[in-house]
Nanobody, 121 residues
């Protein structure tokens, strides 16, 4: 199975940018569809972006300013976040599943521990 570790979160001012990374070990991420989700306090985990094994991507309508990418050679998934707003504050998680990427969190097989992103106004 694959182990996932997110990094790159932190505190940023509104309008700023961050790039999150999700380093995988145990198996190659090329075998999986990958996704980014986020969860704000007292809210459900929500889909941010997904990328299939072939590289095609899906981004939620609330996250059109985000770009998901994968580097199979580095076994790492990325999320570039631009024009951040306070409502983007959440814990961000990466996830993997054997089939195609999906917007439903419960359909993913493996999860990282999350990285906190805080956007100040």
């Amino acid at each position: 199975q694959v182990q996932l570790v997110e990094s790159g979160g932190g505190l940023v001012q509104a309008g700023g940018s961050l790039r999150l990374s999700c380093a995988a070990s145990g198996r190659k991420i090329s075998a999986y569809a990958m996704g980014w989700f986020r969860q704000a306090p007292e809210k459900e985990r929500e889909f941010v972006a997904g990328i299939n094994k072939g590289g095609d991507t899906t981004v939620s309508t609330d996250s059109v300013k985000f770009t998901i990418s994968r580097d199979n050679a580095k076994n790492t998934l990325y999320l570039q976040m631009n024009s951040l707003r306070p409502e983007d504050t959440a814990v961000y998680y990466c996830a993997a599943r054997f089939s195609v990427s999906d917007t439903v969190a419960d359909r993913y097989d493996y999860w990282g521990q999350g990285t906190q992103v805080t956007v100040s106004s």
